[in-house]
């Protein structure tokens, strides 16, 4: 009876369509680490987005999960108890691309719609957002030759086994093959975390030649800077990752020496995209299986302004609406 009686509401135009359609529906993020700014932001996003949407009656309920490890079966065991607990979506930043495969395809056989972002899954039955990863892998490289720089470049990886890490790995990968000009002759894992980053970049220092250019992945760029100063080093080129505390670090240097780099990640704010994606489903909105968002770029003209605009200790971001997210999808579909 209630269907019913919202239906018609919503045909007199009593009710908007977005609230009826999904105002008693369950959406759930299983989230597999949160031990950086960037993970921290994505919560947040997260937290602020939704607890709009549950106030203003678009969803009933969205709460967010992270396990305590940074383990794919954790993970896997997590998304069961969703399935188990009746959500109507469930978002994943994923583990790993495949390891939560079967456990998303359980999902979707009890008419869950699985939504992945950042870390996606590779199960055909799930949607997939990112941005081009390997493409900010591969702009790294296109930045240091821009510069005109040529030599020997150290490579900080982010979590291992995870899709971002492998994806931005293979473009930069692929663009120094393609480039003579270039040699990586050191990489670390930073696990995107400024103190891990530090740490691993300082052990591996004493045993490289000069470091023309330092790719990164978010989250290891200022770690990276502490670790060549500290080792008494010449201060390369690093390509930071939107964190606060590579932006400052690199607006300090800019003013007083002229240092020149650049700064790209995906926005934190990706997981209200995935919010977003997973309501219009529920909807019936038809949306692509794979959607593309943009890298969030920050250059030597705009630091500043992007500084305003970045929370202290957290990352440079865009909170998605929901007419946000049809206008990226409208787009992508032109």
């Known amino acids: 009876m209630k269907i019913v009686l919202a239906a018609a509401l919503v045909a007199l135009g009593a009710l908007p369509a977005i609230a009826a359609d999904t105002k008693d529906m369950k959406i759930a993020l299983s989230n597999n680490y949160a031990g950086n700014s960037w993970r921290q932001a994505m919560l947040k996003s997260w937290d602020t987005v939704t607890k709009q949407a549950v106030s203003d009656g678009v969803i009933a309920e969205a709460p967010a999960f992270t396990t305590s490890e940074n383990q794919a079966t954790e993970q896997a065991g997590q998304i069961q108890n969703m399935i188990l607990q009746g959500y109507n979506a469930i978002v994943i930043d994923a583990a790993s691309p495949t390891a939560l495969n079967g456990a998303i395809r359980q999902a979707c056989d009890a008419g869950i719609v699985v939504v992945t972002f950042d870390g996606i899954a590779t199960e055909p039955c799930a949607y997939r957002i990112a941005v081009d990863f390997k493409k900010l892998g591969s702009m790294q490289i296109d930045f240091f030759k821009s510069r005109g720089l040529k030599g020997n470049l150290l490579e900080i990886r982010g979590l291992a086994g995870v899709f ?22 050191g990489s670390v894992h930073g696990n995107w975390t400024q103190t891990v980053a530090q740490k691993e970049v300082a052990g591996i220092l004493p045993t490289l030649p000069d470091i023309v250019a330092v790719a990164t992945q978010g989250g290891d760029g200022f770690g990276a800077a502490q670790a060549f100063k500290d080792a008494g080093r010449k201060e390369p080129v690093i390509f930071m990752g939107n964190r606060d505390d590579e932006l400052a670090w690199w607006k300090q ?17 990706s997981s209200a995209f995935a919010f977003w994606v997973a309501q219009k489903i529920l909807a019936g909105d038809k949306v692509p299986q ?15 302004e992007q500084i ?5 200790g957290s990352v440079t971001n865009v909170n998605y609406s929901r007419q946000d997210v049809s206008n990226i999808l409208a787009e992508g579909q032109k």
């Open 164 to 185: 971002v890490d492998d994806e931005i790995h293979s473009g930069v990968e692929s663009a120094v093959k393609a480039d003579p000009d270039f040699k990586i002759v």
């Open 253 to 269: 240097q800019k003013d007083a020496n002229g240092y020149v780099t650049m700064s790209a990640s995906i926005a934190p704010g």
């Open 290 to 304: 794979d959607m593309t968002l943009p890298i969030t770029v920050v250059t030597q003209d705009n630091l500043e």
């Open 308 to 312: 305003k605009h970045t929370e202290k």
